[in-house]
C-alpha cells in the first residue's frame, strides 16, 4: 500500500494554522488576568485609581488601533505580532518589580500597546496567507478555533492563578505572565508572511489613505466594516458583567465562577461551530443573530441559573457571529489594505464597546443587572432586521 504524501500548500496551511493556535493560546493563557485587580489593591489604589487605569487602557488602544493597522499594512504584519508580546511582557514586568500607580499606569499603556500592535494585523497575516495556499474558504474556521484557543487560555489561567498565587504572591503570577508573553512572541516569528515584492512599500499616509478610499468606493465593504463593531461589541461588553447577573440568580458566590464557566463554554462552542457557518449570507447571519438575541432576552429575564443556559448559547451565537463578520469583511477588502480596515473596523468595536459600558452604567443603575441585559439584546435584533431587510432587498454581495 502506498501513502499519498501530503501537497505541499496542506503542510503550509498546518504550519500557519498550528502556530496561530498557539500564539492564540499564549495571548491570553495569561495568569496576571484574573488577579490583577488584587494585586492592584493590595498596592494601595483606591477604586478611583483603578478605575483610571482601565481608562487609560482603552484610550490607548483607541488611539493606537488605526495607526499600529496602517504600520502593519506599510511594514510587516509579523513584526507587529513579535512586537506586541514584548510590550505586554515590559508592561507586566514592571507591575511586579515596581508596584506604585506609576508603574500601573505606565504598565497599562504598555499592555494597550501590544494589544493594538496585533489587532488588525493578525487577521490580515492569516487571510492573506491562506488565500495565498487556495484556502481562504477555511478563514472562518481557522479563527473561530484560534478563538476557542484563547477562551481555553483564559479559563486555564483562572483555574492557575489562585495556585500559583498562593504559591509565590504576586511575583510567581507576574512572573509566569511576563514567560508567556516572550514565548508569544517568539512563536510569532514561526508565521509565515509571503507578501509580494510591492507589498508593504508605500508610506505610512499613503497606505491609509488607500485603505479608506476603498471603504468609500465600495459599499459592500462600508458594510461589512459596520456589521463588526455591531455584532462584536455589544456582547464583548455585556461579558464584563456577567458575574453580576449571575449573582444576581441568588446563587452563592462560591458558585458563581461554575456558572461563568458555563457561559465561557457556550462561547467557545460558538467558536469552534464558526466554520459551520461560513458559507451563510446575510439572511443567515440574520436569523443567528435574532436567534442568539432572544435567548440572552430570555435567559437574562428568567433570573435563574437555569436560564444562565440560554446565556451561555447566546453567547456562543454571538461569538461564532463575530468570527463571520470578521470573515466577511476579510472576503471584501483588498490585500494592501486589510490590516488597516480590519483596525478600522476594530476601532468602531472600542468606541462602541465604551457606549455600551456607559448605557450599562445608567440602566442598572436604577433596575436590576438581567434587565439590562434584556435591554441590549435588542440592538442584535435590530441587526438582524437589516440584515434580514438587505437580503430580500436585492441579491448584493451576501456572501
Known amino acids: 500500500m502506498t501513502l499519498t504524501p501530503p501537497r505541499v500548500s496542506d503542510v503550509r496551511v498546518r504550519r500557519l494554522t498550528t502556530t496561530l493556535y498557539?500564539?492564540?493560546?499564549?495571548?491570553?493563557?495569561?495568569?496576571?488576568?484574573?488577579?490583577?485587580?488584587?494585586?492592584f489593591s493590595d498596592a494601595g489604589l483606591s477604586v478611583w485609581q483603578i478605575s483610571s487605569l482601565f481608562a487609560l487602557w482603552s484610550v490607548t488602544g483607541?488611539?493606537?488601533?488605526?495607526?499600529?493597522?496602517?504600520?502593519?499594512d506599510a511594514v510587516s504584519r509579523r513584526l507587529l505580532l513579535w512586537l506586541g508580546p514584548l510590550f505586554t511582557a515590559a508592561g507586566f514586568a514592571l507591575w511586579v518589580l515596581v508596584p506604585?500607580?506609576?508603574?500601573?499606569?505606565?504598565?497599562?499603556?504598555?499592555?494597550?500597546?501590544?494589544?493594538?500592535?496585533?489587532?488588525?494585523?493578525?487577521?490580515?497575516?492569516?487571510?492573506?496567507?491562506?488565500e495565498r495556499l487556495d484556502a481562504a474558504g477555511r478563514y472562518a474556521r481557522v479563527m473561530g478555533r484560534a478563538r476557542a484557543a484563547g477562551l481555553v487560555a483564559v479559563m486555564a489561567a483562572m483555574g492557575l492563578?489562585?495556585?500559583?498565587?498562593?504559591?509565590?504572591?504576586?511575583?510567581?503570577?507576574?512572573?509566569?505572565?511576563v514567560v508567556v508573553c516572550l514565548l508569544a512572541a517568539v512563536l510569532a516569528l514561526r508565521f509565515p508572511e509571503r507578501?509580494?515584492?510591492?507589498?508593504?512599500?508605500?508610506?505610512w499616509t499613503a497606505?491609509?489613505?488607500?485603505?479608506?478610499?476603498?471603504?468609500?468606493?465600495?459599499?459592500?465593504?462600508?458594510?461589512?466594516l459596520l456589521l463588526v463593531p455591531a455584532v462584536g461589541a455589544v456582547w464583548g461588553a455585556l461579558d464584563e458583567y456577567t458575574p453580576l447577573l449571575v449573582r444576581g440568580t441568588g446563587v452563592a458566590d462560591g458558585t458563581v465562577p461554575y456558572l461563568l464557566l458555563l457561559i465561557w463554554a457556550g462561547?467557545?462552542?460558538?467558536?469552534?461551530?464558526?466554520?459551520?457557518?461560513?458559507?451563510?449570507?446575510?439572511?443567515?447571519?440574520?436569523?443567528?443573530?435574532?436567534?442568539?438575541?432572544?435567548?440572552?432576552?430570555?435567559?437574562?429575564?428568567?433570573?435563574?441559573?437555569?436560564?444562565?443556559l440560554l446565556v451561555a448559547l447566546a453567547f456562543g451565537g454571538f461569538q461564532a457571529a463575530t468570527v463571520l463578520?470578521?470573515?466577511?469583511?476579510?472576503?471584501?477588502?483588498?490585500?494592501?489594505?486589510?490590516?488597516?480596515?480590519?483596525?478600522?473596523?476594530?476601532?468602531?468595536?472600542?468606541?462602541?464597546?465604551?457606549?455600551?459600558?456607559?448605557?450599562?452604567?445608567?440602566?442598572?443603575?436604577?433596575?436590576?443587572?438581567?434587565?439590562?441585559?434584556?435591554?441590549?439584546?435588542?440592538?442584535?435584533?435590530?441587526?438582524?432586521?437589516?440584515?434580514?431587510?438587505?437580503?430580500?432587498?436585492?441579491?448584493?454581495?451576501?456572501?
Open 195 to 203: 507578501r509580494s515584492s510591492g507589498d508593504g512599500q508605500v508610506g
Open 325 to 399: 463578520a470578521d470573515a466577511r469583511l476579510q472576503r471584501r477588502i483588498e490585500d494592501s489594505g486589510r490590516a488597516t480596515l480590519t483596525s478600522v473596523a476594530g476601532l468602531g468595536t472600542e468606541l462602541a464597546t465604551v457606549a455600551v459600558y456607559g448605557g450599562y452604567a445608567l440602566i442598572a443603575s436604577g433596575y436590576a443587572h438581567s434587565t439590562a441585559f434584556v435591554v441590549f439584546a435588542v440592538p442584535y435584533l435590530v441587526t438582524a432586521v437589516l440584515l434580514l431587510a438587505g437580503k430580500r432587498g436585492g441579491p448584493g454581495r451576501s456572501a
Open 22 to 39: 498557539g500564539y492564540a493560546f499564549l495571548e491570553d493563557f495569561i495568569l496576571l488576568y484574573p488577579v490583577y485587580a488584587l494585586l
Open 62 to 72: 483607541v488611539l493606537l488601533e488605526v495607526p499600529s493597522g496602517v504600520w502593519a
Open 161 to 177: 492563578a489562585g495556585p500559583v498565587l498562593a504559591w509565590g504572591g504576586h511575583a510567581a503570577v507576574g512572573g509566569a505572565s
Open 267 to 308: 462561547a467557545t462552542a460558538g467558536s469552534l461551530l464558526a466554520g459551520e457557518g461560513e458559507r451563510l449570507g446575510s439572511g443567515g447571519l440574520g436569523v443567528l443573530l435574532a436567534g442568539a438575541g432572544v435567548a440572552l432576552a430570555v435567559g437574562a429575564a428568567a433570573g435563574s441559573p437555569a436560564g444562565l
Open 207 to 224: 497606505t491609509l489613505r488607500a485603505g479608506l478610499a476603498e471603504a468609500r468606493a465600495d459599499r459592500s465593504v462600508r458594510g461589512a
Open 100 to 130: 506604585s500607580y506609576g508603574a500601573f499606569a505606565l504598565g497599562f499603556v504598555l499592555w494597550g500597546v501590544g494589544g493594538a500592535l496585533g489587532s488588525g494585523a493578525l487577521e490580515a497575516l492569516v487571510y492573506d496567507e491562506l
